[in-house]
């Protein structure tokens, strides 16, 4: 079994930053590709950014050069660094990762924490 723990959520002022971290722990052999995906009240849940082992990232278009996702493969960790907050980027934001444990592949949801981006 593996866990993510996602922290860093909050109310931020239009235009400003937040930086969102997920801790993955477990028996862990390897972290494959690790990511954010968000849900807006009434909405799917969207991608945001996947970062894979390896470095290769992928954004949803709409949020590219605004916001940067980032690991750190020694803390089983992963980062969504997010400027220029608008209104529309409230959210709950889930962290994500694909694992493999001694019993095969898996997919990993956190639980999700709480953007909200208001004056």
């Known amino acids: 079994q593996a866990q993510l723990v996602e922290s860093g959520g909050g109310l931020v002022q239009p235009g400003g930053s937040l930086r969102l971290s997920c801790a993955a722990s477990?028996?862990?052999?390897?972290?494959?590709?690790m990511g954010w995906y968000r849900q807006a009240p009434g909405n799917e849940r969207d991608l945001v950014a996947v970062?894979?082992?390896?470095?290769?990232?992928t954004y949803a278009d709409s949020l590219k050069g605004r916001f940067t996702v980032s690991r750190d493969n020694a803390k089983n960790t992963v980062y969504l660094q997010m400027n220029s907050l608008k209104p529309e980027d409230t959210a709950v934001y889930y962290c994500?990762?694909?694992?493999?444990?001694?019993?095969?592949?898996?997919?990993?949801w956190g639980q999700g924490t709480q953007v909200t981006v208001s004056s």
């Open positions: 994500n990762a694909e694992v493999r444990l001694a019993t095969g592949n898996y997919v990993y």
């Open positions: 477990g028996i862990i052999a390897t972290i494959w590709s």
């Open positions: 970062i894979t082992r390896g470095g290769t990232t």
